[in-house]
Nanobody
Framework: QVQLVESGGGLVHVGGSLRLSCAAS????????MGWYRQAPGKQRELVGV???????AYADSLKGRFAISRDNANHTVYLQMNSLKPEDTAVYYCHMKGEYLSAGLPAGFSTWGRGTQVTVSS
């Protein structure tokens, strides 16, 4: 199977920046979509942005211009650069990837979530 591990979360002041990373491991054959989601206390999980295998990112409208997603295909890693952070950006940030892994030598689909990393923006 495929496992995802996020890193880079923490406490930052308003206006600061953070860069999150998410690395996939396992018998990975290919990864199509890599995405970031977030869940604030008492709210539903929401999309932050997704980047396809064609390196084309798409973002939630409210986050355009402040957040940027990039990917390193060789290392099965996706990044989320967050700038001009606001208190309302406080949430647990989750990585999600879809693709194929090798199961008994044959490609099989996967859709996997990371465990999340906490981002807290203090005012």
């Amino acid at each position: 199977q495929v496992q995802l591990v996020e890193s880079g979360g923490g406490l930052v002041h308003v206006g600061g920046s953070l860069r999150l990373s998410c690395a996939a491991s396992g018998m990975i054959f290919s990864i199509s979509d890599m995405g970031w989601y977030r869940q604030a206390p008492g709210k539903q999980r929401e999309l932050v942005g997704v980047i396809t295998s064609g390196d084309s990112p798409a973002y939630a409208d409210s986050l355009k211009g402040r957040f940027a997603i990039s990917r390193d295909n060789a290392n099965h890693t996706v990044y989320l650069q967050m700038n001009s952070l606001k208190p309302e950006d406080t949430a647990v940030y989750y990585c999600h990837m879809k693709g194929e892994y090798l199961s008994a030598g044959l490609p099989a689909g996967f859709s996997t979530w990371g465990r999340g990393t906490q981002v807290t923006v203090s005012s």
